[in-house]
């Protein structure tokens, strides 16, 4: 079965200071998706980045990097240079090429200390 | 503009009463999806639709019910049976087939036992 397991409960950072919030995932599928989204405290749902299963390269979004490490079915967010905005819960999320079916991780709540 | 519309955003729940969530979209998405989410938590995945008149059960169905008569809306009913309804529920839609396209989410409703 698939799952998504964010380790990471909360985490705090220094303002400016880079951060990796952590995302496994289990499937057997050959071909998936993952994506990453931000909630601030007002709840909606924001997107930040994707990675395809056979893409090459690290997904890159202006500060927002994914360091994908396939054969550890690892996929976690780095964001460079942070800011007090980032401060948010962040979901990990996956879903199957074959299926329209989408999961989500617990989630991770980053608080950015000025 | 083009987006998900979630009404009402507060919403009250007397016990044994069933309540029905809406939420419409004019992205042009075949795929729609119900989420709930509990307070610090992520988010579960209710039911989905990939197309008009087709819906599928997702991990926590049970106690719900959705129709999709018409491609722009995917209405939510929370049953009686639903013995713990209190959550944040977040609709979703997204265009299927594509690997990369992220889910685009309404703002969400938020839902309580009086």
């Known amino acids: 079965a698939q799952k998504i397991t964010q380790t990471q409960p909360g985490m705090f950072v220094q303002e400016k200071e880079a951060v990796t919030l952590d995302c496994t995932y289990d499937t057997s599928d050959q071909s998936y998706g993952l994506f990453w989204y931000k909630q601030p405290s007002s709840g909606e749902m924001i997107f930040l980045i994707y990675?395809?299963?056979?893409?090459?390269q690290n997904a890159t979004e202006g500060r927002y990097s994914l360091n994908f490490q396939k054969a550890r079915k690892s996929a976690n967010l780095v964001i460079s240079a942070s800011q007090l905005g980032d401060s948010a819960m962040y979901f990990c999320?996956?879903?199957?090429?074959?299926?329209?079916?989408?999961?989500f991780g617990s989630g991770t709540r980053l608080s950015i200390r000025p | 503009d083009g987006g998900i519309t979630q009404s009402p955003k507060y919403l009250f729940r007397k016990e044994g009463q069933n309540v029905t969530l809406s939420c419409e979209q004019n992205l042009n998405h075949d795929a729609m999806y119900w989420y709930r989410q509990d307070p610090g938590q992520g988010l579960r995945l209710i039911y989905y639709?990939?197309?008009?008149?087709?819906?599928q059960k997702g991990d926590i169905a049970e106690g719900y019910s959705v129709s999709r008569e018409k491609k722009e809306s995917f209405p939510l009913t929370v049953t009686s049976a639903q013995k713990n309804p209190t959550a944040f529920y977040l609709c979703?839609?997204?265009?299927?087939?594509?690997?990369?396209?992220?889910?685009?989410f309404g703002d969400g409703t938020r839902l309580s036992i009086l």
């Open positions: 979703a839609s997204r265009t299927p087939g594509t690997g990369d396209q992220p889910q685009h």
């Open positions: 639709s990939q197309i008009v008149n087709d819906f």
């Open positions: 990675q395809g299963s056979y893409d090459e």
């Open positions: 999320a996956m879903r199957r090429s074959s299926a329209s079916k989408i999961i």
